[in-house]
């Protein structure tokens, strides 16, 4: 049974609500430039705190994965990204990050195994990379999308069918061999384009390494199904009334070609799209306050299995 928080607190609309990596809380964030967050119990819920650093309408606010601790992190249409940390049940804000010159509209948080790293999608066309490593945080930041970025996602840590394929032979540097963990992005721009991303770590630079074009108008979202099958999925969501589901079996190829898409249409706009965490339900929001639940059949295509009215 759903739970409905009928008073959150915020005194203006809220943008992104996530709960952490247990389910046991729940940050908001508003337009009232504030972030809210709510310890979860059962059928019952508590306002712990409310973290005020921001100067303009609070888009988006994520989790860090727990093995970092009690962080996240949210970003602002002032352009700043801010970490927060919990230490003594107290939240602190420990980072500010003002790295953009417009509206930063999204983050997300890498899977844990390539590190502990945050992309975030901005307005001025560029997306940036933090990454915390020997008690320090470092960025890269590269332009992507140059009518201005809306979503990114990361792609899982280890590539399609890497669980069922063969592990590779051990060498001298590699004597687990153990597959690498992959560092790759999706963005989706006001350019209606899908770009993918491949870390280049011999050069230190992220790389474009595929465009993918069919949307008619921005791309609101993207989302990488986060399960390593045996291809990869990846949704957008489209101001165009679509949402397209790309497949491949090989994700990190340079051709177009090698990813298809199959198109969903809505009859309002897509904004959002979120995988499950198995990697076989795809979520949709819509613009006309619905939420539809969609599942590939056997033979092929999608299903609407499933509507949620707002």
């Known amino acids: 049974m759903a739970q409905v928080i009928t008073n959150s607190g915020h005194e203006d609309m809220i943008h992104h609500a996530v709960l952490d990596y247990y389910s046991r809380r729940l940050a908001t964030c508003s337009s009232d430039q504030t972030i809210k967050i709510f310890e979860i119990e059962g059928e019952q819920h508590r306002l712990s705190d409310t973290l005020r650093g921001h100067e303009g309408a609070v888009w988006c606010v994520e989790w860090a994965h727990p093995k970092y601790g009690n962080i996240i992190a949210s970003c602002s249409y002032d352009g700043k990204i801010l970490i927060w940390r919990e230490q003594n049940n107290q939240w602190q804000k420990i980072m500010d990050f003002a790295l953009h010159t417009a509206s930063v509209n999204l983050l997300a948080w890498s899977p844990p195994e390539t590190g502990c790293l945050l992309a975030a999608a901005s307005s001025d066309g560029a997306i940036s990379v933090l990454e915390f ?60 384009l899908v770009k993918l991303w491949d870390w280049d770590a011999s050069q230190g630079a992220w790389r474009e390494t595929v465009a993918l074009a069919g949307h008619a108008d921005w791309v609101r979202d993207v989302a990488w199904s986060p399960a390593p099958l045996a291809r990869a999925y990846l949704a957008s969501a489209s101001q165009d009334r679509t949402v397209r589901i790309w497949t491949s079996t090989n994700a990190g190829s340079s051709d177009p070609n090698a990813w298809s898409a199959t198109v969903l249409q809505f009859d309002a706009v897509c904004w959002r799209v979120s995988w499950s965490l198995s990697g076989n339900v795809l979520a949709v929001s819509t613009g006309d306050n619905r939420v539809s639940l969609w599942k590939e059949q056997l033979g092929g295509g999608w299903d609407k299995f499933k509507v949620i009215d707002g």
């Open 133 to 192: 490593k020997d008690a320090a945080w470092n960025h890269t930041t590269f332009s992507a999308h140059p009518l201005g970025v809306n979503a990114v996602s990361w792609a899982p840590a280890l590539a399609p069918a890497a669980l069922f394929s063969p592990p590779p032979a051990p060498t001298t540097s590699s004597p687990s061999a153990t597959p690498t963990p992959q560092r790759r992005l999706a963005s989706g721009g006001s350019d209606n």
